[in-house]
Every structure is written in C-alpha cells, then in structure tokens.
C-alpha cells in the first residue's frame, strides 16, 4: 500500500485532503505537523489529523533548527535588509520540504502532500522538494475539483469532517518564531494605515513606555549570542528580543504592492517583527562598522541574490552555497555589541564595538544603568 | 593687477586669507559669500570681507537654485538613500564651484580661492571647478605656512583682523537649506549616544507631542510640489517640512566611522535633517510603488554611483549627465500622493497612491480635514 | 465577420492556421509577411497565403524599420555585447508585435494570431502584443489539437493545401538582416565542433584570403554611418559588412547550452553574423574609448538588463525607455572611427580615432592602401 | 648595523640604490632577485648586486608560488576576463611584497627597498608591505635626487658601478610565467596597429601554420591539470600552452588607454600572453556551462571587483579571502574538459564536456588521437 507523508496545518484544507488522499491514492496518509513557533499548543492539531482518517501524526519542534540553519543564514547574509521584510514565510518552506523529505525516507513514502492552495507556494515548494529528492513525488491535493474553495465544505461534511471556517482568501496570517505576517487583498480596509489590531506581538506606539529602553546585542562570527550581557540560544534570544521589542511598539512594518504592468503584486504585507527588527538593525550596522567598504558592497550586492533565491525557493541550489561562503568570511569579524535605542515604535542603533572596528569610537557600555534588561 | 575670486565664509581662515592674498598674488580680492540657507543675515559676513580688505564683497541668496539643480537631483536619483546620509555639504560644493566660475567671469578674474583647511575638500573643489573650467588657476590659502592652525592668529592680528576663535577642528558644523550636519573627531563625546544638543533643527523625541501627525506630499515627475494640500516652491517646502517634521523629532540620523584597515573613516557624522529624512522616505516609497521592479534594481544601483559621484566632487561629468537621464525617463512616473506619519522621531509612510500605481490599494486622503496634528 | 490579422511566414504550421482559423472562428484571415532581410523573395509566400484561403496578404519590407529601430538601440545599448549573441531572432519579435497591432488597426480587427509552436516565442509575443494593446486577443492556431506535429500533414492535405515538409523540431534557422541563427536540438551531430555547412555568411575560415583586410567604421553619436569612407544608409551599411567580413570567415560563434538543475537550457545556439560581430566590436571599442570608467562600468550593467529585456520579451516597457535615455546620453561621445582587422575568422580592433578620446593616441588612417573596400 | 632587504631586478635604478642605501642608511643591503618566469639565467643578476655593494644577494625561483598562489586564485575568480588583461604585472606584485616580509624576518631587517620609480607601482607595494607587516618602513630610493633620470647616471659612475642604458621611460617592458606585458606612451610609434616584432612569445597570425591546432584542456575544480591528455604541474602547464598557442599567433592583445577629462590613463599597454589567453578562454567557458546563470551573474560582478583589487595591491585584505571562499565553492564543479580550436591568431573553444553539464551535449573527445596537430 501506498504512503503518503502529507504536510499538516489543520485548516480545512488540509483536513479535507486526508481523505481525499487516501480515496484517490489508495493510501495510508503520515500527517506531519512542524511547530515552528506558531505560539500554541499543536497536540489538539495531532488529534484532528488521526480524526480526519491519518495513519500516524506526528509533531514535530523543529523551532530550533528553523533559527539556526534558516534564519540565521539568512540574517546573516543581510537577506532580509535587501529585500526589506523578514523572509519569515518564505525561510520556512525550505524546513518543511527537508522535513517531509527525511519523514518520508523513514516512513519509505514514494509521495508528499502540501496543502496550500496558492499556486506560488507550490511551485516554490515542488522546486525545493525537487532539489532536495528527485525521485519523490509530490501530490497537490488543494489543485483537486471537490476541494476548490465552494466545495471543500460539502466534501468535507460527506467525509465526517467538523467543518471549519475556509481560509479567509483576503486576509492569510502566518506566524512563526521570526515574524507574524499578515497579507491582504486589495480592499475597502487597506485605504487607511494599518489598523493597531492587526498587530499581536508589538503594542501601539502610543501606547508604550514613556522612556526608551537600550539593549546590548552581542554577536560572535555573526551569530547573536547574548543581549543586555546574558547569553542565551538562538530560539530564546529571539523570543527575548520579541518580548522587550514588542513592548515598545517596535517591528511594525509593511511591503506594499508595487510594479507595473501586467506584473501588479497585489496584495500588501504587513510584519510584526520585533525580534527581526532588532536583530537586523543591529546586525547591518555591526557588519558595516567593520567591513571594508569595497567588500561591504560586493556583500550588499549579494544579499539581494540571496533575498531572491529565498523568496524563490532556491535554497538547497549551489548558488546559496557559494554566498554562504563568502559571507562565512564576511561574518568572521562581525564580532561585537550594539546598542539599540527602542522608543515609541523607533528603533535604532546609537553605539556598536568590535576589536575589528575603528579603534577610537567603539563604546563599550557605559556605568549607568540603562532601560529594559531582560 | 591680478584679480581673485575668494569663497568668503567669514571665519578667520577666510578673513586671513585676504590679507594674505594681496599681500602674495598683488591681487585684488573680491569675496563672494553663498546664503545656501544658513538661516543667518550675512550682511555682517559681507562687512568683514570689506574690513579684512575685499575689494569687493558680494553676498547672494543662492537657496533656490541649491534646491532645484543641486538637492532635487540627488533626491531624485535615490543618491540620498543610497549614502544614508543627506549629502548636503557635498551637495552644495558643485554649486560654490559654479558660481566661483560665473564671478569669476563677470569679474574677468583668472584666480579663484577657496578656504578650506581640509585636503579632501580642496581636492573635490579642485575637481569641480578644472570640471567647469579648466583655464582658472586655483588658489588654497590654507595651506600656505604662515595660515597654519597654529600661526594664523598671530598672521591675523599683524594684519589687523580682528581674532575670532579658529575652527574648532575637532568638531565641524555646516549648516545649509537641506541639513545641519555635525561632524566630530574620535574622542570621549563619542562614546555615549549622541547627545541631545548636537541638535538643533529636531526636538528630542521625549519632549515631542504625545499624538502623531500625517503629513501628505504630493510629487510632480518627481518634484515635491504640495505639502497637506498647500502648492509650494521648493525651498519653502523644504522649510516647512522642516518645521513640522524637526517639531516631532524626526531627522536625526547618523552616519559611523567604518571600513577596515588603512581605509578608516574615523569621523562620525551626524545629522539634523527633518526635511530630507521625510522627502527621502517619501520620494523612495513613491517610486517603488510605480516603477516596475527591474528598473528599480537598475535605478537602485544608479543611485548608489550617484551618491559615490556627489561625493567624489564628479558633478560636472558625463556620468552625472546620463544618470541624470535615465533618472528623468524614471520620474516621469513618480506622480501622486505619499502619507507619512510623524511620531517621537519615528517618521513612516502609512499610504500612497499614483495613478501609475496598482488599482486596488491606492488610498487617496480620507474624509477627515489635512494638516498637521500635533 | 470578425477579422484577424494573422502573422504569415508560408511554413506548413502558418499554411494550415488560414483554414483553421476561417473554420473555427468564422473569420476572414488577413495574412501578413515581413521582409527582415531573408535574402529571398517573398512574392512566392504571399500566394501560397491567399491559395490557403487568407482574405488579403501583404508582403511588407520592414527592413530599414529593423536596422533603426531595434537593431540599433541594441547595438549602442551594449546588448549583444552583454548577452554573448547578436540577439537578432529575439529583437525580431517587437517589429513583428508592432506591426501586428498597426495591420489590425488599418483592418479594423480585433485578433491577432501567430504561428510558433515554441511555448517560450508565443509567451514572448503575447508579453509584447499586450504592451502594446491590451485589447488585442491573441490566438495561437499551433496549440490546437488538429495542428499538432503528427495530424497537421493530415488536416493540410484535407484542406486542400500543398504539404511542405514539416519544421524539422530538432533544427531551427532563422535569417534575418542581422544574422543567421541556427537553433539544434541534443544529438550526435553535436557531439563535434559545429561543420561548415552549417553557416552560409562565413566562409570557413581556412578558406579566406591570405592577407588580412582592415576596414574603417565611422561611428556618429553610436550610429554607424560609413564603411571605409563611405557613408551608407543603416541596411545597406550591414549589408556591405556582411560581404566583407563574411568572406573574411568572421562573424561564427555560438551560444552553449548551461545552467544547473533543472533550468538547463538543453539548445546549442550557433550564429552566422558577420556584420553583427563587426559592428558590435567596433563599438563596444571605440565607446570604451570615450566613456569615463565609472560610466562605463554603469553602462555595463545596463547592457546586461537591456538584454535580458529583449529576450524576455519586455521592449515595450518603461525600463527599456530608461535605459535608452542613459544611452541616448552615453553615445553623444561615440563619435569617431574604429578600424578593424579582419583574417582567417578572426577580428580585432587595432586602432581607434575620436575628438573624445586621449589626444595623444588617436590614429587616423594612414597613407597607405589597406585591404577590402566595398 | 642596520640591514635592508632590497627588491633587485639589475636595471640601474636598483643597481645605483644599493650604494645609495649603504651611504644614507648606513645599512647593510641585502638583495633579492625573483625569478617569476623571465626566461633568462640570474645568476648573473646576483653577480651584479653583489659587485655594487650588497652585503648579500639571493635569486629564488618563485614560479611555482607564483602560479598557484596568484595566478591560478586570480584565473578561478574570473579576474582576467573582467580585467580584459593577463594581470601578469599586478599578479606579480604581492609575491614580492610577500617575499620582501619574509627575508626581512628572516635576516632580521627592519626596512625593505623597492626600486621602481613608478609612483602608481609604488603605492600599490607600500599598500601590499604595510597589509602584511605595518611594522616595516619602506624606502624607495628612486625617489631620491640623486637617483632621478637625469643625474642616476653620473650617480652610477662615482660609485663604480658598470652604467648600462637607463630603462626607457617610453616603453616598460615586464615578462614572466604569466604574459609578457609592453606598455608605451603616447607617441607617433602608436598611430598604427602595433608592430609584429613587439612580440616575442606569439608568431604573427600570418605567419602561422595552416591548418588549425586542438588543444583539450582539463580542469578539476577550476585547476587546470592536464593537456591534450597529458598530466602536468601548472607551471609545466603554463608552459607547454605558451609554445602551442604562441605557435598558432594566440595570445596577443592590448588594452587601450581610456577613459575622459582628467582620468585618462594615457598608455597604451600590449599583452603577449599565449598560455593566459588559452586557458582565460577554457575556464570561462567551462564555468560558464556548469554553473547556474544566477550564480554565474554573481560571479561575474565579483570577478570585475576582483579585478580591481588585483590592481590596487589589495592582495591581502578581506575583501580577497571573502571573495575566494565563494570563487571556491563555484569552481567544486568547475571539473572537467574545454577542447580549444587554435587558428591563425584565432583561439575558440569548440567543445566542452563536464559531469556537471547538460547531459545531452558534452563532447568526449572523439575517436581519432589527441595531441598538437598543427
């Protein structure tokens, strides 16, 4: 018989696909679901999809390898300055092909299964999982006619399946450990600024502390490693700058639709990122203090490759290889601390130090106490 | 008898160049001092000339064609951004250059001189002038002996000046019509965050108003031509959004000492620049949103050589003439509306619309009345 | 009766779309055919349109439109430089779109319909059809069932039309004014460096002349306008080049298949382009001569989007307006002379001459008599 | 007693510098003479150090360091192929540089000398010395009065030292494993094409045989390690490409001056450079076919900045080793073989074959045998 390794969210997409796989195929469904940072309790997710007719589930935490062998690249390479968004949506596709891909050589599934109905997401995924393995093939349950939008619903309740609200088309959310985001269609709502309740992890501006916070951000080879002076893993220390960020309205930001022509990207997206925000403003300007120019712009040149081959779902390619090469060298002293000024939605970086930098100007932190320590 | 045009600013490398100039050259001096929007009456800069002994002394307003020829160019090639940093003072040496030219012709002097003590400066002024003439000889005062930091007061005293006190080497202020830059050497200042009243154009951001202000500004084929729906001519654009965006702390900027090596820019600069941090912002969101995204690219990396060349003193070139081409087949485009939001030093832009934009999204003003609303 | 202009070049694919499309349409086919430079008379062509059953047939010489308003801007773009081939099939494609559009205003038709099989062409021509008129529908006879490779013999024959020879798949040769292009599939004949036979403008290079020919190209403002100190008209000019350069056997090369993964680009593209190569070394040499480095190195980049751009099928968008302006502003220099040596296959430029260039080098030619003139 | 190392190629200028040295320094100098690939027995170059007063003299044949420690880096990042040049000059630099550091430490010197009254290539050494030793103070004695064009003669003559002709300001003529370099000024010798006897490695074209010669050239990981099937150290290698090419007229070029206003670069340089032109050819063609376009793009940009730092003496900086890290995974698949046609001054590669190529196309040789066949 059959096996099926099927990516697992729970939706009403993906919960439908279950039977739809097993009914078409002939085949015993593995539903896999990845918590990579979703901020909730997944077992509930687990049980949906055994309820829905699933082999085995399993979840999986995989928040760490996410941080470091995705994000961390990416920050690194100056990825997400380039393109001007955290990459959070896209840096995840590459995690979930290679963990259906090593699910199903465990489980000896010849076929993986992805939800989404957007066509872009799956021809990204289809060329990760194509890169990674071949001769696996990959099922689009979503593109099948009795799970089109006006008949998921039908057919799910014909399966037994309690039946969800469908996807809201206009307004997708995604959240993960790097970003929350948040991307609409064109609409009556996006005339005005975004409004406050869009947001989750960051407060309204005007609604934080009356002073600024500082935060010291320590990077070793380009890797954070401590903030205001504690050291801590990757996966805390971004959760740690959400919290201080995030509480002075600090990672608010929006990607409008832009081009021309025929090529309209027509939806606008919006982050709420306080972590990424503060990483990668400390990030560029450390890197910055100490690179040579010449090498700093070959590298600046270079992290717009790299945002595009992310966003293109070119990850496991020999381009991105060679680029981590060079910025492997570029990062070697990339070693240092910068200090954050966090103030009202305001971000910036107002001291850096490195033994790699300019000798006379690097402070190191002053005596008196400063803002907000974790 | 020889004659001389000098670049008269009144400090006492100027005044003593005077003096010094007749007395080397048996020249006659004609100084001619530049209101590039220093925001102070020059008639007593004019008068000192004469004392020192000018044989003449002009003064000229040359604010609107600093802002037209020079700053709108850079700001429409995206120079600005490219450099994060308002280039204001490299911005405003191809126009002393130029009108050194012109009054040296009108005067029919063969010489002109500049004061400047910084060979980085007299290099680009060099470069800028043998650009737009190369049969004028130049002259550089500050570097002749008896001009030396150490001897000029005692030079200007023998020649009856009165002494004010030199330059401050280490800290340089140059305030002009589109920023106030402070530039200051390595030292214990610079160890802590900038303090407050290096600035002077933008309130601290803690001492702003509690609410935010939207400010609109309309773009004619890229030029600022409406601020909240009132036409204005540049420079009093310029100055208003001075006022509305310096009153919410918004401008302050700074640009670090970097590199590696030899190569060390050991100067931090910082900058005071309201009207160049919203016009940037504003001009860069607009033009993103109209122009397809390869052409983006293209004017991206454009504005980068842009910035290099303003830098360079490379005004006068063929380069700057065929960037600037492309720049105007690009701006053509750049009609429409930019929102931005003006709160405690955070300056963003909430909403803009062209008629060259996507359909959907573009928000015109809602129904509530314009204005500042601080 | 609706109307549709159909593009027209007497293969069995365009034969057979003239029923076709009076059956399923219920239409009357206007048959249109381009002289580019075929080298061949194309009255035979426009026969065999009306014998299928086209309403009217025009046969236009668009030549001199050909030279001027697409070869050339390439040229002083840089683009063929930058792409590594003489571009000529895919700089064909914007005429043939434009003239599509004037043919089905003039006829007062609403479809336009173009003959390829090619995926990639078809995508191309619909890109720039679309630019052009958005209103245009645009149908594709090749794609229908009853014109596929293995019934069309069939359906041709059942509509009474004579059966050439199917296109051979594997090879394709297109002739245009400005070079021959020669398209192969994998194969064995492949396996080798490409045969003579396969290119008719060169002559094999160990059968040319035993002393070498120099040839004089007077470049004004980028436009080449005399060979040798003749002044000629644009198609006459490239013409004349042909002749020389091809008996010399310069003009051979091709474009290998490359790329990585999945993208690779399994076509071996060969080039007979005689005049091309001359031109566009004579060019590339003397605007190098003239143009600041750093201008240069900024056209460069240029070069390579403006090609990516004719292939892409994007000539009729704002970018490509852009970039001409930079050049329009670059070529003002190229005004001069290149002189070319041509031998067994081989051409280089051994001396250059203009009033922009270093004073001291400049050549102009030399007394004595020096190879081919036309 | 102090001891200096000095650079000693025999001309006049470092033969004068060691008396000069010995009587300014009151040093001890001590030569060395690197044989990078002249083609000529130095042992009587030493002969001639020591007879002008050098306490010792060392001759240390370097081509093989030479080869792969900055040929081959510089022909794997694409080097010469932006530069339009061998490099040979620039390439040669750091190796002294090097070398100079490592006599000093080993004979306990504090200063190192260098002769060329070039000011250009002297910064460049300084640039080289001070990156790898800051600690080392540089003279340069051709700076020195008594050693300037006019007087270094009679200067020669007081000391005792054989005068030979003074090199000739005109025409600077550099040979080593790499190319053969001949760069003049402007002057009436270079109205014309230049002349066949300023060449020596390579035969006039028309003087060549007449039929063609293949050469299959084989890389593994972008190294050249074999000819016509036949195994060899790279400067073996580098070598036997020089007798067959320069056989063939393959290898000559020139690069012209260029550029506009006051950057005009006002020689005129000529290459002589057989086996740089073969295996220029091979690699870029080679990587070309096995890398993704995207890559390939990268590449190339960083090739230009490359380029550049090879002719500023910026060897060794961080910008390089960033850069080599990338060069190094894109060259992992840079393995396999370029088969060139080398005809009458024309060299082309013809076929190509590489595990990591299109699977359709590459050519293994065919059946008939290997080897020159000219």
Redesign the interface.
């Known amino acids: 018989m059959e096996r099926i390794v099927l990516a697992f969210s729970g939706t009403l997409e993906t919960s439908a696909a279950i039977p739809w796989l097993v009914e078409q195929h002939r085949a015993e469904v593995v539903a896999v679901t990845l918590d990579l940072g979703l901020g909730q309790d997944l077992e509930a997710v687990r049980h949906r999809a055994l309820a829905c007719g699933a082999a085995r589930a399993h979840v999986l935490d995989v928040r760490e390898a996410f941080a470091r062998d995705y994000v961390l690249p990416a920050l690194r390479a100056g990825a997400m300055a380039a393109a001007g968004s955290p990459l959070a949506v896209a840096l995840s596709r590459p995690l979930v092909a290679r963990q259906l891909v090593e699910i199903a050589a465990l489980e000896s599934a010849t076929v993986v299964a992805y939800g989404s109905r957007h066509t872009a997401d799956r021809a990204r995924l289809e060329?990760l999982l194509?890169?990674l393995d071949p001769s696996l093939a990959v099922v689009a349950p979503a593109a099948a006619a009795p799970l089109a939008p006006d008949r998921i619903g039908a057919y799910a309740r014909a399966c037994g399946i309690p039946v969800l609200a469908p996807d809201d088309a206009a307004v997708r959310i995604d959240r993960n450990l790097w970003a929350r985001t948040v991307e609409c269609?064109?609409?009556a709502a996006?005339?005005?600024?975004?409004p406050d309740d869009l947001f989750e992890l960051t407060r309204a501006?005007?609604a934080t502390p009356?002073?600024?916070a500082y935060v010291d951000i320590v990077f070793e080879c380009g890797v954070p490693t401590a903030v205001n002076g504690v050291p801590m893993p990757l996966v805390e220390l971004i959760q740690s700058l959400e919290t201080i960020a995030g509480a002075h309205g600090v990672g608010r930001?929006e990607r409008?639709?832009?081009?021309?022509?025929?090529?309209?990207?027509?939806r606008?997206e919006m982050f709420d990122a306080p972590a990424a925000r503060t990483l990668v403003a400390a990030h560029e300007?450390l890197r910055?203090?100490?690179?040579?120019?010449?090498?700093?712009?070959?590298?600046a040149?270079?992290a717009?490759?790299y945002a595009?081959?992310v966003e293109a779902g070119?990850w496991f390619?020999?381009?991105r290889?060679?680029?981590?090469?060079?910025v492997?060298?570029?990062e070697e002293?990339v070693t240092g601390t910068a200090?954050l000024?966090l103030?009202?939605?305001?971000c910036?970086v107002?001291?850096?130090h490195s033994a790699?930098?300019?000798?006379?100007?690097a402070?190191?932190r002053?005596a008196q106490p400063a803002g907000v320590r974790a």
């Open positions: 060329r194509r890169d269609g064109p609409g996006l005339r005005q600024e975004p501006p005007d009356d002073s600024a930001s409008n639709p832009r081009g021309a022509g025929a090529g309209w990207r027509d606008r300007d910055r203090f100490v690179t040579p120019p010449v090498l700093d712009r070959a590298a040149h270079l717009r490759t595009d081959l070119e390619t020999p381009t290889t060679a680029i981590d090469a060079l492997a060298a570029v002293r200090r000024k103030f009202k939605g305001d910036r107002v001291g850096r790699f930098g300019p000798p006379g100007i402070p190191s002053p």
